[in-house]
């Protein structure tokens, strides 16, 4: 059978794009153009805040005593497990160097960016995790200056717990800026920060498009949309969890998209029934949002067995994919765009949110069809070297001088041919293709 939509999306994760990038783009040229003191009068504007900007020792102590004991352990778990598992990813990355023909040496380096910019959001939620996630993958992958950026409150500052996280991660300066100035601030070098190489990190709309702009200018994680998630479930899931899953990723946002695909109608119809009674059982920020995600954007999808239900998935590319279904293992296998997989009831997308060890800067809006999340591989250089001697240079210098007047490129030729020259005087090559 064709895909049943038992609950069709009313709207797509879209926004006003336009109006967005016109204000990100008189923001990020004024305070080019006038540097701290233009970042400060927004940061005044937008955060309501004018207190210290670069935090120093004493904050950080001050933040870290009032952040419970018990959430200090909490943290400081987490940042093990994110650590531990961005070192194995680490690992995977090896310098090498091999004999391409004899004598022409041509070899691998993995080098970290210098500077790495860390957004942290902090306006509706205080988002402990995105500190722990990006600063603690920069430290890992060797980032000489990691700053980490989150808006301070209006007459607070940055969230203590947030500060706390960022400092244990490893965060060697931390800015009190929110929004596209924050984000211009370690762009453009201000306050005497070291300039970005890189920017990671999640954020609203406009710290998103700020980032898009400064692409190219600097490396960025990726783009990113509103935070999606869907659920692939078979008629061994519990109702009761899957439901409180999607209520879960609904709370991001009014325009967060969650999606149950199955092949079993009494599950998805238990699903929708449960559904509303959990979203009216939060408490109110987070219900106004989960109620709007779920209304508008929201699908439940009835397939007719496990290989359409992996094909709609894959259609998809989530940004978090859930499996709660028989054969866990034939799920892994067959199973290729998501940002990161949860296999089993035991394991959940807060699970790696907050504390399991992987990633949650992940790619949304579909993006997982042809990118991964953010790991230390982002925060390093793969580049390449090589080395020859005369004669293993040889056939690489007739070849080149060939196709490169095969090309019309006689400058590039030309290179090759002083080689052949200088090393091989007494001998004649045939440095065009005859014929």
Known sequence: MAR?????????????ASETQRIVREILDDIEARGDAAAMDYARKFDKYDGPILLGAEDI????????????????????????????????????????????????KAIPVTTAGCYVPGGRYSHIASAIMTVTTAKVAGCENIIACSPPRPGIGIAPAIVY????CGADRILAMGGVQGVAAMTFGLFGLP????????????????????FGRVGIDMFAGPTDSLILADRTADPIIVAADLV?????????????????????EEV??????????????????????????????????????AATADEYAPEHLTVMAADLDWWLNRLKCYGSLFLGEETTVAFGDKASGTNHVLPTSGAASYTGGLSVHKFMKIVTWQRATPEGMKPVAEATARISRFEGMEGHARTADIRLRKYFPDEDFVLAVEG
């Open 248 to 268: 879960g990723q609904a709370e991001h946002g009014y325009n967060s998209p969650v999606w149950l695909v199955t092949d079993h109608r009494p599950l998805a």
């Open 4 to 16: 049943e939509y038992l609950k069709k999306a009313q709207k797509h994760s879209t926004t006003d």
């Open 61 to 108: 102590e001050r933040a870290a005593a009032q952040v419970p004991r018990q959430l200090r352990r909490d943290i400081e778990f987490s940042h093990a497990n994110v650590k531990k598992f961005a070192e194995a990813q680490k690992a995977t990355v090896k310098d090498f160097q091999i004999e391409v023909i004899p004598g022409l040496t041509a070899g691998q």
């Open 165 to 168: 996280a960022a400092h244990v």
């Open 272 to 309: 929708l029934r449960l559904v509303p009674g959990l979203i009216d059982d939060l408490p109110e920020l987070n219900r106004e949002n989960a109620r709007a995600a779920w209304r508008d954007y929201a699908e439940v999808i009835l397939c007719e067995g496990r290989e359409e239900m």
């Open 195 to 214: 300039k970005a190489n890189i920017l990671v990190g999640p954020g609203n709309q406009f710290v998103a498009e700020a980032k898009r702009m400064l």
